[in-house]
């Protein structure tokens, strides 16, 4: 079993759609990032967590430290959304596990 | 530059040879990571730099697999005896002291023929 846990691993939304991704992690953590991987490999930091609720734009994310769960909300989704978006789970000695990412599509 | 340099971008190679990937952080982010992806799959973490020492490198698969970051800048992944398992994409991330912020770059695709 991954210690860190992702769904769904692909989801395709019509253009507008409210999307969730979820994370689900075993290890004690010190913190939890969101990270977007754009086709080519770029990867670019979206949140870095460790408790309660971070927005920025149309980009909200959330983690639960009790239920060891944390999600991330797109509201209004657009095409350009599109890509791989991966958490990662770091440990108090800065190692980060990741997730196996969740490829997201959205259509126009 | 701006951002986390990671060179060469592309990498083919043959089996058994020896290949340096070379990373260039953020002017003044101490804290420095390998991260090595395979086709599909998140990313896998190697190794982390705090300055100029190794603080954690327990994820470097075996020995062929070598990093140093001598003057707490640029750092260079070392792959001896090449093997076709190796083929991925190693990716570079820095970070500022006390943040915890990762800043990527864009990785260095190695093909092991």
């Known amino acids: 079993k991954n210690e860190v846990e992702q769904s769904p691993q692909n989801l395709t939304a019509q253009e507008g759609e409210f999307i969730t991704i979820n994370c689900s992690y075993s290890?004690?953590?010190?913190?939890l990032h969101w990270l977007q991987q754009h086709p080519g490999g770029g990867i670019v930091s979206l949140f870095m967590?460790?408790?309660g609720k971070k927005k920025h734009g149309r980009l909200i994310a959330t983690i639960n430290i009790q239920e060891k769960h944390s999600s991330l909300h797109i509201t209004a989704s657009h095409p350009r959304d599109s890509a791989v978006y991966i958490c990662?789970?770091?440990?108090?000695?800065?190692?980060?596990?990741f997730g196996e990412g969740t490829q997201l599509t959205v259509n126009p | 530059g701006a951002g986390v340099s990671q060179t060469p971008s592309n990498k083919v190679t043959e089996k058994g040879k020896y290949v340096e990937l070379r990373c260039d952080p953020i002017?003044?982010?101490?804290?420095l990571y390998w991260y090595r992806q395979s086709l599909g799959q998140g990313p896998e973490f190697l190794i982390y730099?705090?300055?100029?020492?190794?603080?954690?490198d327990s994820g470097l698969p075996n020995d062929r697999f070598f990093a140093v970051r001598p003057e707490g800048s640029v750092s260079t992944l070392k792959i001896q005896r090449t093997e076709r398992g190796d083929s991925a994409v190693y990716l570079c991330?820095?970070?500022?002291?006390?943040?915890?912020?990762?800043?990527f770059g864009e990785g260095s695709r190695l093909t092991v023929l």
């Open positions: 991330a820095s970070s500022p002291i006390g943040t915890g912020e990762l800043f």
């Open positions: 290890v004690g953590i010190s913190a």
């Open positions: 967590l460790s408790s």
């Open positions: 990662a789970a770091r440990d108090s000695g800065s190692r980060l596990t």
């Open positions: 002017s003044g982010h101490t804290a």
């Open positions: 730099f705090q300055g100029t020492g190794a603080a954690d």
